[in-house]
C-alpha cells in the first residue's frame, strides 16, 4: 500500500541509508505543505524540501526539453549549425548586448548588497567575447550525428556502430552568465538541455534567454524547448529537475559540497552524473627545478581564482631556501596586479622558512563580504592542505615545504581534490615518474591555468571533473558538447536467406 505524503510532524523519523533515521526539524514541518516533495538522501539522510510550485516549473522545463529531443531528429545539422551562428551574433549585437548587461549590472549590485562573491558573476566585455568565440566553435564543429565509430563485416551481412543523440542533458551551475551559452553545445550532437542558474545570475540568465537565445532557435527552426531555462530562483528547482528520470545525463557545476548533493539525487533518480565541483591546482618544483621558469609558472597560475588556479605550491627541501622567496614574491606580484595584497597558509613546519613580517603582520584581504584585515599568513595542519581557498581579489594559496617529489605526491593523491598538478622539474625521468603517480586527470609541466576545454582543445567545455570520486569511466576529465552521445548499433543484410 502507498500513500501520498500530505505532512510531516517535528520529529518524525525518515528511514534512510538502509539502517539510519533522519527526523524532521519544526522549520521543515512548518513549510511542509500537501502536494510538497520531500527527497531524502541515501547516503547523508538530507531530507530536501521541493515545494509543489517549483517542481511544477522544473517538470515543465523538462517536459519542453524532451519534447524538443523528439524534434531535434527532424533537424538538419545546417539548422544546427545557423542556431550557432545566429546565438553568436546576437550576442555581438550591441543593441540586445546592452539589454543584457543591464540585467546583469542589476544581478551584480544585488549579489554584493548580499555579501556574495561576484568576481565570475560579472558579464564583461572578456566573457562576452569568450562565449562569441565558443559559440562560433561550435558553428564550425562538424556533427557528429550518425558518425560510424565501427564497421564489422561478416559472410552476407555487417553490422556499424554509430554515434546517437543521447537525450535531455540538464544543467545546475553556478553563477557564470558564460557557461550558460557553453552548455548549449549539446545541441551540436542533437541533443536538448535544460538549465537552472544560481539565483545570482537569473536576471542575466533570463535576459540572454530572451535577448539572444530564443531568437536564434526560432531563427534557426529549432524546436522551442531545444533549450529550456528553469526559471526560478530557489535551489529547490535544481533538485527537483535533477530527480527527473526523463533526463539522459545530469551534469553539475559550482561548490563541492552543492555538487555533490545534487549528484546523489540524480543517482537516487537512475540518472547519471558528471558532477564539476571542487577544484584547485597543486605546483611541485623538484632538486633541479629552473629557478626563473618556477616564478613565472607561479604568477600565472595566479591571475585570477577558477578551478584550475594554483592552490597548493609543494617545494622540496633543498631548493626551499631558493625557491620559497621567489614563490612569495610571485605571490605579491600577482596580488599588486590586481590592486591587493595577499594571503598565504603555510604547512605546519614550513614557517620557519619565511622572512620577517609574514606571520606577524596584517593585510587587508578582499572577501565577498568586503574588505577585511587579516593576519598575513598562517600555519596550516596537514589535514587542511586539500581546502580549495576562494578568493575574491586577494590571491590565496598554500605552501608546503616537502622532503620530497614524492612526499608532494603522496600529500597530493591524500588530500586534494585529485585535479591538476604540475612538476617544474629539468629532469624528463622526473617528468615521466610524476605523471606515472600522481593521481590526477590533467598533469602539466607549467602553469597551471591551461586546464580549460576552449582553451587547450578549441572545445568550449560543459565542466572539468577531478577525480575526488574515483577515475572517469571511458572519457576525459573535460566534458564537452560533442562528447555527449550514445552508440547505435545498424545492421545491413545482403543474403536474404541468412540464418543462425
Known sequence: MTAALEKLTVGMPIPFGGNRIATVSADLAARFEAGDSLVVVQDSGALLHIPAAVQAIAQDAVGRAHDAFEAMSRVSDEQISAFFAAFAANLASDDRWRSIAIANAYDVDKARAAGRSTTRLTADE????????????????????????????HAGWSVEQTAAPLG??????????????????????????????????????????????????????????????????????GWAMFSDRRLALAVARGSGPAVAQLGAV????GVPVSLHGTGGAWLVADATA??????AVVEASLDRKVCNTLNVCCIVTERAGELVPLFLA???????????????????????????????????????EGDVEEVRAE??????????????????????????????????????????????????????????????????????????????????????????????????G?????????????VHQSDPKLRR
Not at 562565449?131 to 550518425?146: A, C, F, N, Y
Not at 629552473?290 to 616564478?295: S, T
Not at 600522481?438 to 591555468?449: E, H, S
Not at 573535460?478 to 545498424?490: K, P
Open 126 to 153: 572578456k566573457m562576452r567575447q569568450g562565449m562569441i568565440e565558443g559559440l562560433e566553435g561550435w558553428r564550425d564543429t562538424p556533427s557528429g550525428r550518425g558518425k560510424v565509430l565501427e564497421r564489422v563485416e
Open 168 to 237: 535531455v542533458v540538464a544543467f545546475v551551475f553556478e553563477g557564470r552568465p558564460n557557461v550558460f551559452a557553453d552548455a548549449t553545445g549539446v545541441l551540436r550532437s542533437g541533443n536538448t538541455v535544460v538549465f537552472r542558474i544560481g539565483s545570482d545570475a537569473l536576471g542575466t540568465a533570463q535576459a540572454i534567454v530572451e535577448h539572444a537565445l530564443a531568437p536564434a532557435l526560432a531563427a534557426a527552426g529549432l524546436p522551442e524547448g531545444a533549450a529550456s531555462l528553469v526559471e526560478s530562483p530557489e535551489r529547490s528547482a
Open 266 to 269: 540524480a543517482r537516487q533518480a
Open 290 to 295: 629552473d629557478a626563473a621558469r618556477f616564478e
Open 330 to 368: 610571485a605571490l605579491e606580484r600577482a596580488g599588486q596586479s590586481r590592486g591587493h595584497g595577499c594571503k598565504l597558509h603555510v604547512l605546519e613546519g614550513g614557517q620557519t622558512l619565511l622572512p620577517p613580517g609574514w606571520l606577524d603582520r596584517t593585510a587587508r584581504i578582499r572577501r565577498a
Open 379 to 476: 600555519v596550516l595542519p596537514e589535514e587542511q592542505l586539500g581546502h580549495e581557498w576562494e578568493w575574491e581579489e586577494t590571491p590565496e594559496v598554500s605552501l608546503a615545504v616537502v622532503g620530497s617529489v614524492q612526499e608532494a605526491i603522496a600529500l597530493f593523491n591524500r588530500y586534494s581534490p585529485q585535479f591538476d598538478a604540475s612538476l617544474i622539474s629539468q629532469d624528463p625521468a622526473a617528468h615521466d615518474a610524476f605523471y606515472a603517480a600522481i593521481n590526477a586527470p590533467f598533469v602539466g609541466d607549467g602553469f597551471t591555468r591551461w586546464v580549460d576545454g576552449q582553451y587547450a582543445l578549441n572545445r568550449p567545455e560543459l565542466g572539468l571533473s577531478n577525480w575526488e570520486h574515483g577515475r572517469l569511466f571511458a572519457r576525459s
Open 478 to 490: 573535460i566534458l564537452s558538447g560533442d562528447g555527449v552521445f550514445t552508440v547505435r548499433s545498424r
